[in-house]
């Protein structure tokens, strides 16, 4: 029985070739998995459209506040009934969040950058594997590393890599055409856990990439020790056989994928900041709606200025903003657009351009003392306190002695509103152009020619 024994083994060590040793390894990749890297790497590719589309929508929402504000100030400073029931503090309160917009907008560009390059750098890895194996499953030939999931049969259907791969198995360049839709890095959290990949290894043995190193693969152990990672380290096989955890758990921890990680929190961060720097904004927008709308309540805080008084907490809800809505809206109804702006333009500007001032080195009026400040003119005919405080540019002084004085131009609270004095009336460095042409002058005929 001995010698027939040992032929039998002899036959069969004849018939099990090395390569033959090797192919028990080399198993196809369910579909399941690489799907799943499809529809992460189609959410990072989601992110260059999303950031144009935010850019182009914060554009849009600044173009628009600003005419708004300037509406607001017109109707303000012509001072009639129902502009007056529009609170300086909501006009402050608009000027911030217009300014804090713009600001967020510039920080916008470098948080967009750093999740458009990494998202960039992890899709790209991602489809690169994808084309790799879904070329490999293509045509008719017997081999094949994609395989189905409900049974042992290669892959015919490729509808779920479409979206990474194109028909001609490159892959799918970025789209960059502005979109709304907002990338959802999360599912990175949710899809790729061992029980919603399943088991990776597919029953078939016809794929030469995944044929383990010390069988004949690519990978033997003395190139490392270590599998090789594929798709930015969310596969890995090479020097090990594909096991049925071939993909990264990732929905705990994502240390062991660091492009993956900075990719899913750039995408977070920018997130964030656009919903964050565009929220206040958009939410003062309703104002120039013409119909009722829900706001969010506004609290801000008022301080005298020039006083050590404390600053007064405001609460403006939904109900009170309406109502600034809806003196806008009849001030925009029966005001031409063009009038109104050639009005905030000219008012504004007016009021500085021309005025006149003490010399900002000396102090002195000498030069053009017929000269006043139009905005300081404009404060002193105010006598009532309480209409004093709600312009925009001016402020009650109790302390005044001069009665006829105690309405003030306020530097500070202008500038809130886009008001800007030149620097020779406010005290500080250089000197403006009007204060320029005045001060040259040594004779009171020239000066008053600069008028």
């Known amino acids: 029985m001995a010698p027939h024994r040992g032929l039998v083994i002899s036959a069969l060590a004849i018939l099990l070739t090395p390569s033959q040793f090797g192919d028990c390894n080399k198993h196809a990749i369910k579909v399941k998995g690489i799907a799943k890297l499809c529809k992460l790497s189609t959410e990072f590719r989601r992110v260059v459209p999303f950031v144009k589309h935010t850019a182009s929508e914060w554009q849009t929402k600044l173009k628009d506040a600003k005419p708004l504000l300037s509406d607001i100030q017109v109707m303000r400073r012509q001072g009639t009934e129902q502009s007056a029931k529009i609170p300086a503090a909501f006009v402050l309160f608009m000027a911030d969040t217009i300014e804090a917009a713009q600001n967020a907008q510039e920080e916008l560009i470098k948080i967009a950058a750093e999740a458009a390059a990494t998202s960039g750098l992890a899709a790209g890895a991602i489809d690169q594997t994808i084309s790799i194996f879904r070329q490999t499953t293509l045509g008719s030939e017997t081999d094949y590393c994609i395989e189905q999931d409900g049974n042992a049969n290669k892959l015919t259907d490729f509808q779920s ?25 999360k599912i990175s959290d949710t899809e790729f856990t061992d029980a ?12 030469a990439i995944t044929q383990h190193g010390a069988s004949g693969g690519y990978h033997a152990a003395t190139h490392g020790t270590a599998d090789i990672k594929w798709a930015a380290g969310m ?17 705990q921890n994502k240390n062991g994928v660091p492009l993956v ?46 006083t050590s008084s404390a600053a007064v907490d405001i609460e403006m809800n939904s109900d009170r903003l309406n109502d600034i809505r809806s003196i806008v809206a009849e001030y925009r109804k ?40 139009t905005a300081d003119q404009a404060c002193n005919k105010i ?6 405080n709600n312009k925009p540019f001016c402020s009650y002084n109790e302390t005044e002695t001069d009665t006829t004085k105690k309405c003030k131009f ?16 406010t005290g500080g460095s250089g000197t403006s152009a009007a204060s320029d042409r005045c001060t040259k002058h040594k004779d009171k005929a020239n000066c008053e020619k600069e008028t």
Request: net charge neutral; with cysteine.
């Open 235 to 251: 596969l890995k096989f090479g020097n090990a056989a594909l096991g049925r955890n071939a993909f990264a758990d990732i929905s």
């Open 334 to 373: 029966t005001t031409k657009p063009e009038k109104k702006q050639a009005d905030a333009r000219d008012e504004l500007q007016n009021n500085y351009l021309t005025s006149g001032g003490p010399n900002a080195d000396t102090g002195s009026t000498e030069g053009c003392p017929e000269i006043k400040s």
């Open 196 to 207: 919603n990949i399943g088991d990776a290894k597919g029953a078939s043995n016809k794929c």
């Open 161 to 185: 890599l479409n979206f990474c791969t194109s028909a001609d198995n490159s892959i799918a360049p970025l789209v960059t055409t502005a979109a709304a839709a907002v990338p959802n890095e």
């Open 261 to 306: 990680k900075a990719a899913a929190e750039a995408i977070d961060a920018l997130k964030r900041h656009a919903d964050e720097g565009l929220s206040a904004l958009t939410n003062i927008l309703k104002i120039q709606e013409t119909s009722k709308a829900t706001f969010q309540t506004i609290k801000t805080q008022t301080k005298q200025p020039g």
């Open 410 to 425: 306020n530097e500070t609270k202008a500038s809130k509103i886009g008001f800007s004095l030149p620097q020779s009336q």
């Open 383 to 388: 006598k009532d306190e309480t209409k004093c």
